[in-house]
C-alpha cells in the first residue's frame, strides 16, 4: 500500500443525488444526468477536468432515474428510460456537448427501467430487459444513422437488476438478475450477427445487484451482490474462449450496490456498497495476475448508488450517492501512483 495516494475530496456536484448516470465525453469531461434527491432529476452536471469543477448543463427534457446512458460513436450521448416515480418511460435523448443541449428523439417500443444499454461494434444501442409493470424479455436496437428503434432477439429469460457486457468477440454477456420469482444465476449471450440470444453456462452464485467488469484479456469479472439471502463477496470469473465459469478468491467485504472500475493498470477497483448492515466506504482491489483482492484506502464518505468514472488522467472520480438516507454532493478522487 505505500505506493497508493488513495483518496481526496473535490469539488462538489451542484444538486445531490444517486442513481443517476454518469459518462466521460471524448473531451475527457463527465456528465452526470438525472438521478434522485426527494424527487426525480431532470438537471444535468458537467465535470471540467482541467478546473476540477462542476457547472449545471441543459436539462433533459424528462426527470428520469433508473435510467441507461450510453457514449455514442459520434460523441453524443444517448439517455434512455428509466421511471419518473409514477411509470416507466420509452422516452430516449440526445445530449450534444458542442450546444450543450439536449433533443429528444424517437421513442423506444417498450418503456423500461433498470435494463441495461450496450454500444455495439457497429455503433448501435442494445437495450435489454428492464421493468414496466412486468419484468421483460424484450430487447432492441437504436440506431444512431437512422434515429430509429428496432425489435430485435428476445432473451431467454426474462429479467432486471442484470448486467451486461460487451466481449471483445463482439458478442453482449447477460448475467443474472431477477425475473419476478427467482434470483438468477443464468447467463445468455446476444450476437449481433445473427439477433438471437443463446444460453450459456450459469454463475456458480445467483445474484443481482451484482457488478460486470472485462478485464482486459478479455474474460469478465462478477463481482458481489445479492443472491436473496444476503449480500456476497463472492466473485467469479467467466471465459469467453470456454463460456465457463471459475469461481475465484472472494472479496474482504460483501456487498451489493457497489462500483466497479478497471483501472489503467488493468486492476478492478470496488468502492462502497451495502452489506445488509452497514453503508460502506471500504474500497478493494483485484489483481486479475494473481486473482487476490487487497484491501485498499477507504473512501472519506460511506455511500451507495454512487457513479465511478476512470479520468483521462488515471484518477477514479467518485460521483453523489446516499449515505443512510442522505443524498450526497460530495465527489472524491483515488488515485494510485
Not at 436496437?141 to 468477440?169: E, V
Not at 469478465?220 to 445479492?226: D, E, Q, R
Not at 470456454?242 to 478497471?262: G, P, Q, S
Amino acid at each position: 500500500m505505500s505506493c497508493l495516494k488513495g483518496w481526496s475530496n473535490t469539488s462538489s456536484i451542484n444538486i445531490a443525488r444517486d442513481s443517476h448516470t454518469a459518462s466521460i465525453l471524448p473531451n475527457g469531461n463527465i456528465l452526470i444526468a438525472g438521478g434522485y434527491n426527494k424527487s426525480v432529476l431532470s438537471s444535468a452536471e458537467l465535470y471540467n477536468l482541467l478546473r476540477e469543477t462542476w457547472t449545471i448543463t441543459g436539462n433533459m427534457n424528462n426527470a428520469r432515474f433508473h435510467h441507461s446512458e450510453s457514449i455514442l460513436t459520434n460523441g453524443k450521448v444517448l439517455v434512455v428510460g428509466g421511471s419518473n416515480d409514477k411509470h416507466q418511460l420509452n422516452s430516449a435523448e440526445l445530449y450534444d456537448s458542442s450546444t450543450r443541449a439536449w433533443i429528444l428523439i424517437n421513442n423506444m417500443n417498450t418503456a423500461r427501467e433498470y435494463h441495461t444499454a450496450t454500444v455495439l461494434t457497429d455503433g448501435k444501442v442494445l437495450i435489454a430487459g428492464g421493468y414496466n409493470g412486468i419484468i421483460q424479455t424484450s430487447t432492441e436496437l437504436y440506431d444512431p444513422l437512422t434515429g430509429n428503434w428496432t425489435f430485435t432477439g428476445l432473451m431467454n429469460t426474462r429479467r432486471q437488476y442484470h448486467t451486461a457486457s460487451m466481449l471483445k468477440n463482439g458478442k453482449v454477456l447477460v448475467t443474472g438478475g431477477y425475473d419476478a420469482m427467482t434470483i438468477l444465476n443464468n447467463a445468455e449471450l446476444y450476437d449481433p450477427s445473427t439477433g438471437h440470444w443463446t444460453i450459456t453456462n450459469s454463475m456458480n452464485n445467483a445474484r443481482y445487484f451484482h457488478r460486470a467488469s472485462v478485464l482486459s484479456d478479455g474474460k469478465v469479472l462478477i463481482t458481489g451482490g445479492n443472491d436473496g439471502e444476503g449480500q456476497l463477496k463472492s466473485a467469479e470469473l467467466y471465459d469467453p474462449s470456454t463460456e465457463t465459469w471459475t469461481l475465484i478468491n472472494n472479496m474482504n467485504t460483501a456487498r451489493e450496490y457497489h462500483t466497479a472500475t478497471i483501472l489503467t493498470d488493468g486492476k478492478v477497483l470496488i468502492t462502497g456498497g451495502h452489506n445488509g448492515t452497514f453503508y460502506l466506504n471500504s474500497a478493494e482491489l483485484y489483481d486479475p495476475s494473481s486473482k487476490t483482492w487487497t484491501i485498499t484506502y477507504s473512501m472519506n464518505i460511506p455511500r451507495i448508488r454512487h457513479t465511478t468514472s476512470l479520468l483521462t488522467n488515471g484518477k477514479v472520480l467518485v460521483i453523489g450517492g446516499n449515505n443512510n438516507d442522505i443524498y450526497l454532493n460530495m465527489t472524491e478522487a483515488y488515485e494510485s501512483s
